[in-house]
């Protein structure tokens, strides 16, 4: 069997995935933000062109269970504008579900047939499938609810090889983490930590990195121009003692005042026009084709397995 990358629309062939952006979200909708919500589907078409235009072949819909997701309406913006969209299935952490009791107490079985049935059936009654499992964690100690969405998470990936992307807070510990997904049997080598630039420790990012794991570097749209200077900084260093090929890259705009079309800034445009010339004058072209086109396909691409109902 061929080795695969699952969109939105279908299974692709690795070689069609193009420039790839590892995180945003066309639509979400969180406690924790409140007027922030993504919900105008005109909008998210906006922003996505500009996106696609920058020089984005496609991206990551991060956006997982009961966060205001809209599968079908990604799979309309796929069709508008031609981006190659993977779209997620998991669980984000606790907090996000605080007015959701009904998901917070979902036992592991149910979230493992939630997740896989995504997976491989397609979403709640459709085709389109999710091609990557999120789940997030809080930084405080793993909570019930996050022990049991990391277990699914894995035996997801056991079950049908598809990649795990952590969420993580500044401060979470990614380590216990790693530890877990390895004691499940999961190759750390098809988790990615997202957000993985909101540590600064280079040594604790370096520690991750040996372990195999890719890392997700996120934080430069967010206008901060001290932070801009210490993610390029960060970027070079981590190429620099031979880690490009575990760096993937992503806007994770991920709020009305960051999109253009909600009357925010600076829209997903930033990163390909503006960003991304500044990671190369960093580094070299060759990198950023490194983390743009081939570790995505190295993280997501897998083969599918027969599926037995
Ligand atoms: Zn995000």
Request: charged share 20%.
């Given at each position: 069997m061929m080795r695969v990358i699952r969109t939105i629309l279908g299974d692709i062939s690795p070689e069609e995935l193009g420039a790839f952006n590892y995180h945003e979200h066309a639509f979400q909708r969180t406690p924790l933000l409140l007027n922030e919500d993504l919900d105008d589907y005109e909008k998210s078409l906006q922003e996505f062109t500009d996106l696609k235009n920058s020089g984005f072949n496609g991206y990551l819909e991060s956006t997982p269970i009961g966060?205001?997701?809209?599968p079908e309406l990604v799979a309309q913006l796929a069709k508008d504008t031609n981006l190659k969209i993977v779209h997620t299935t998991g669980f984000h952490k606790l907090a996000h579900y605080s007015n959701q009791p009904e998901l917070m107490e979902l036992d592991l079985n149910q979230k493992i047939d939630l997740i896989v049935s995504e997976i491989n059936q397609g979403f709640h009654s459709s085709t389109h499938k999710a091609g990557v499992v999120k789940v997030g964690i809080g930084e405080s100690e793993l909570s019930e609810f996050e022990k049991t969405s990391l277990k699914a998470a894995a035996y997801a990936n056991l079950e049908t090889d598809v990649a795990i992307m952590v969420h993580l807070d500044k401060k979470s510990d990614a380590h216990v983490v790693l530890d877990f997904f390895e004691s499940q049997?999961?190759?750390?080598?098809r988790v990615l930590l997202a957000h993985?630039?909101?540590?600064?420790e280079i040594k604790e990012l370096k520690s991750l990195l040996k372990r195999g794991a890719y890392l997700g570097l996120d934080r430069a749209a967010r206008l901060n121009e001290i932070q801009e200077i210490e993610n390029l900084k960060l970027f070079a260093e981590l190429v620099n003692v031979g880690f490009s090929k575990q760096l993937l890259f992503g806007g994770d705009l991920a709020r009305r005042s960051r999109y253009l079309s909600y009357g925010g800034r600076p829209g997903l445009k930033f990163l390909g026009e503006k960003f991304i010339p500044k990671m190369i004058s960093v580094t070299s072209e060759s990198v950023l084709e490194q983390m743009l086109k081939k570790n995505p396909i190295n993280w997501l691409a897998f083969t599918p397995r027969e599926i037995h109902v």
């Open positions: 966060l205001g997701r809209n049997g999961v190759n750390l080598a993985a630039d909101s540590k600064t």
